[in-house]
T-cell receptor
Framework: AQTVTQSQPEMSVQEAETVTLSCTYD???????LFWYKQPPSRQMILVIR??????QNATENRFSVNFQKAAKSFSLKISDSQLGDAAMYFC???????????FGKGTSLLVTP | NAGVMQNPRHLVRRRGQEARLRCSPM?????VYWYRQLPEEGLKFMVY????????ESGMPKERFSAEFPKEGPSILRIQQVVRGDSAAYFC?????????????FGPGTRLTVL
């Protein structure tokens, strides 16, 4: 089974600054998808960004971008110009291209300070 | 477009009672997935359903738990004779297709508390 590891239980960033959240995963497959989900205090799971493993180009969505290193099995999330509304739990998730179940890491709690 | 809807948002049950959690997928989505989130943990896959079919229930406990997605109406996750260890947040997700580039969209979850 694939495992997803988020080694930072908590992170803190000042408003307008940049922060990077780490994620590593373990798989023997070559074709898969990676996701970052955000879970604010409301507990709603919100998709932030998605990366296809066959794409070399890193995904970007406005202030959110990823650094996907396939050989290192690393998938970090960079948040630029952090805003108070970015404060949430962030979960990294893996899904095999042949499957459907998302495998989640334990999450990183992001605190944004004024 | 309405998103994935779940109800109730909060459910309190006493040990031994039954819990019924409902999920209405996004319009046009026919694939439904249930996940469970224990405190301080990420979400864990439980079951994957299409209309009238259970495709994969490998993540669901063999006893007391069941799921359905009827031809009409919402998907139901049913927990019989609840125990304190069932206390968790239960999330439903839906997708238009499965596999490939398709994305699962999540509902707001149902927080189950067993007294």
């Amino acid at each position: 089974a694939q495992t997803v590891t988020q080694s930072q239980p908590e992170m803190s960033v000042q408003e307008a600054e940049t922060v990077t959240l780490s994620c590593t995963y373990d798989t023997s497959e070559s074709d898969y998808y990676l996701f970052w989900y955000k879970q604010p205090p409301s507990r709603q799971m919100i998709l932030v960004i998605r990366q296809e493993a066959y794409k070399q180009q890193n995904a970007t969505e406005n202030r959110f971008s990823v650094n996907f290193q396939k050989a290192a099995k690393s998938f970090s999330l960079k948040i630029s110009d952090s805003q108070l509304g970015d404060a949430a739990m962030y979960f990294c998730a893996y899904r095999s291209a042949r499957g459907y179940a998302l495998n989640f890491g334990k999450g990183t709690s992001l605190l944004v300070t004024p | 477009n309405a998103g994935v809807m779940q109800n109730p948002r909060h459910l309190v049950r006493r040990r031994g009672q039954e819990a019924r959690l409902r999920c209405s997928p996004m319009k046009g989505h026919s694939h439904v997935y249930w996940y469970r989130q224990l405190p301080e943990e990420g979400l864990k896959f439980m079951v994957y359903l299409q209309k009238e079919n259970i495709i994969d229930e490998s993540g669901m406990p063999k006893e007391r738990f069941s799921a359905e997605f009827p031809k009409e109406g919402p998907s139901i996750l049913r927990i019989q004779q609840v125990v304190r260890g069932d206390s968790a947040a239960y999330f439903c997700a839906s997708s238009h297709r499965t596999g490939g580039t398709d994305t699962q969209y999540f509902g707001p979850g149902t927080r189950l508390t067993v007294l």
